[in-house]
């Protein structure tokens, strides 16, 4: 993909979805239709993507072509860790655009919004019984765990049913250990909420151990569109991160 011209124009500052990359070419389709759902709420406001890795264009390419411009950078993240940490504010730092860099998006009830919406999708009806692993991609960040753990408590709240948080890789209970532990619990009817953002390998293996119904990734629902246009508007309180 060729980065076009995105040089300074009156106007507010621009969003930038940042997305993670990925080797499965749904995810890029997955971004560019949240990319139209954003543009739809906010006509005139400018929206670009730029990936950390693997798919083109990577953030450090889209911030050239920003030139001196004025951006926040909404990182299509469900958690703290190192990408938000360290990756994309150091990206920011090295780029000639003014930036703000928005927080995460989870937790936040905007995704158990998402959550719910794609669980009934997938023929989720509250049984006796019933529970949810939730599936996330995983971190060795506490932070980022945490953020997880509550999103997990948000989502139990909304269904009314327990809900523990499990991951893909680098942390624990893995996807098996959460099922296997709620079956001790007496859970008969477990379902997988898919926990990502876009289809990839981590989603398909999460889904692949469904006892029950698995969850697509949460994808381009409009309540993902409202939340990234929330984190952009809160960051908008920030200060600007000039370039050095």
Request: aromatic content about 4%.
């Amino acid at each position: 993909m060729t980065v076009t011209d995105l040089s300074p124009r009156p106007g507010p500052p621009a969003l930038v979805l940042v997305a993670h990359g990925s080797r499965d070419p749904r995810a890029l389709s997955t971004v560019r239709a949240l990319m139209d759902r954003v543009r739809a709420l906010r006509p005139g406001l400018p929206v670009h993507v730029g990936h950390i890795e693997l798919n083109e264009p990577l953030l450090p390419d889209t911030l050239a072509a920003l030139g001196n411009a004025e951006a926040v950078l909404v990182p299509l993240l469900l958690s703290r860790g190192y990408h938000v940490k360290q990756d994309i504010p150091q990206m920011a730092a090295a780029a000639g655009a003014r930036t703000r860099v928005a927080a995460p998006l989870g937790p936040h009830p905007l995704l158990a919004d998402t959550l719910q919406a794609r669980l009934l999708e997938a023929g989720w009806r509250p049984r006796p019984a019933s529970a949810v692993v939730l599936a996330a991609a995983g971190s060795r960040d506490p932070d980022a765990r945490a953020d997880t753990s509550h999103m997990a408590d948000l989502l139990a709240a909304r269904l009314g049913v327990p809900v523990l948080a499990a991951y893909a890789s680098a942390a624990t209970p893995t996807v098996p250990q959460a099922i296997t532990a709620l079956r001790a619990r007496g859970r008969r009817h477990i379902a997988i909420a898919s926990y990502f953002t876009a289809p990839g390998r981590f989603a398909t293996e999460c889904a692949a151990h469904a006892p029950w119904i698995a969850s697509a990734p949460l994808g381009a629902h409009d309540a993902m569109a409202d939340l990234v246009i929330h984190r952009y508007e809160q960051a908008l309180g920030t200060p600007v991160t000039a370039a050095a």
